[in-house]
């Protein structure tokens, strides 16, 4: 069997470059443009996942110009072709480029936006569990005082309340001396407020606590996909910029 010779290795070499580097152009910007199903513009969530999807799957087209140019280039060692595509491809290439480096300014701007959103979200969520702890601490306060009020009112309702579980026998000799010492009655209700006032302060300690963790854990994920996106971003367009315009110098040079 005769050894192929490079002559007539290049037209094989050529098209297997250019059809697998169709294949990865077309494959990837498939990917884009399908899988964010349904298209919500006006979401910046969704348009922060979308510019991301974008970046990630960046570098498939890229390779495929290469290959795409690589097999022009082959079959230009042994035939004369059309420069058409080729000049195309490197003007797509040119395109992409600036479509990277607006896609940085793009992405950071719906990272701000969401990041903002988020923050409000937490501080809507902060004040209503204040609330909520405010409303549950001063409703427990009131019963307990409406409750001390009406057993001091009457022993038989205190020997009810100790059959029935609802306060001890100790409670209820306490109750008996504050009908004789009211000082101690206003003694033992500002104790009750100091207890619900450490309850609301502990309560109120973790909702910071929860609070900050999670600002912190948000402005992190910010910068992270900042950095992430927007140097691969800038890679990209690097790259693209690289491959259009050294190839349409170099297609100016030979002409």
């Not at 974008?54 to 420069?83: H, M, N, Q």
């Not at 937490?122 to 427990?140: L, P």
Request: hydrophobic content about 45%.
């Amino acid at each position: 069997m005769k050894d192929l010779s490079s002559r007539q290795l290049s037209p094989l070499i050529a098209t297997t470059f250019k059809v697998v580097g169709i294949v990865m152009v077309l494959a990837a910007f498939i990917d884009m443009l399908v899988l964010p199903i349904p298209y919500v513009f006006q979401d910046r969530e969704w348009l922060l996942g979308f510019t991301t999807q974008i970046v990630d799957r960046g570098i498939i087209p890229l390779l495929g110009f290469a290959l795409f140019l690589a097999g022009f280039w082959v079959e230009s060692l042994t035939t004369s072709s059309s420069r058409l595509l080729p000049t195309i491809t490197l003007i797509a290439s040119c395109i992409l480029s600036a479509f990277y480096l607006l896609l940085i300014v793009l992405h950071v701007s719906n990272v701000s936006s969401v990041q903002a959103n988020q923050l409000e979200a937490i501080s809507a969520r902060t004040v209503q569990a204040e609330q909520e702890i405010e409303t549950q601490i001063d409703t427990q306060l009131g019963q307990r005082r409406t409750l001390i009020s009406q057993l001091l009112e009457s022993p038989e309702l205190r020997g009810q309340a100790v059959e029935r579980g609802l306060i001890s026998a100790e409670d209820a000799a306490v109750l008996e001396q504050f009908e004789d010492d009211p000082q101690q009655l206003e003694t033992y209700l500002q104790g009750l407020e100091s207890q619900a006032e450490g309850v609301r302060s502990e309560q109120q300690s973790e909702i910071d606590d929860r609070r900050e963790t999670r600002i912190s854990e948000i402005k992190n994920d910010a910068l992270k996909s900042n950095l992430r996106i927007g140097l691969s971003s800038l890679l990209l367009a690097i790259g693209y910029g690289v491959v259009g315009w050294t190839g349409l110098k170099w297609f100016r040079y030979k002409n």
